[in-house]
């Protein structure tokens, strides 16, 4: 009779061991599990925020091509006379009438090859921010600067201020204040 008991001792005990392998395994195939999910939800992340920051990036490319270097050449017939200074030290000289809209400085700015996707534009002196950039590009350009992978695509960051409203873009040159000869930085925007 021992050996029976024996017998089922040994056999309660297989079964209490093998029960605890299948609770450890089950565990640890969840932890795997668990793991994979992250690391697809990582990969999908990056996927979504490279895909939201090439989708940026093809409508100013596009916005590029549209634009016509012989419409921004420097011309002795207008008395607005811009140098851009880019942030590699490399220079574009242009000229406009003083009735152009401010805009147009933005819009000769992306013909040059080492200009950045998203910038600002300075008056070198006095030293101000021009308000040339229109407000579809403000918008990308915040939507950019916002994202960033595992974060929520970005909203449109930028809300139409009493200011914005005014749509400092369209306003002229004279309007401005800039005539003559002026130098305008561009800082580039990361």
């Known amino acids: 009779m021992k050996r029976k008991s024996l017998s089922l ?13 299948d609770r450890e395994y089950r565990e640890s195939l969840e932890i795997d599990k668990a793991k994979r999910k992250e690391r697809l939800d990582k990969e999908r992340q990056q996927q979504e925020f490279e895909f939201r920051t090439q989708q940026r990036l093809y409508i100013i490319t596009c916005f590029r091509a549209t634009l016509n270097p012989d419409d921004y050449q420097q011309s002795p017939a207008k008395s607005v006379v811009i140098q851009i200074r880019f942030p590699g030290g490399e ?22 090859p080492d200009c950045p996707f998203f910038f600002k534009l300075h008056a070198s002196y006095p030293r101000k921010e021009l308000h040339a950039i229109p407000f579809w590009s403000q918008n990308i350009a915040a939507a950019h600067q916002g994202d960033a992978p595992g974060l929520p695509p970005p909203e449109n960051q930028i809300k139409m201020s009493p200011e914005m409203e005014k749509r400092p873009w369209l306003q002229s040159f004279g309007e401005a204040g800039l005539k003559g000869r002026t130098v305008v930085l561009l800082e580039a925007i990361d």
């Open 91 to 112: 220079r574009l000289i242009t000229s406009f009438a003083p009735e152009d809209r401010i805009e147009k400085l933005f819009e000769a700015a992306h013909l040059h």
């Open 9 to 21: 001792d040994h056999i309660a005990a297989d079964r209490a061991l093998r029960n605890e392998q």
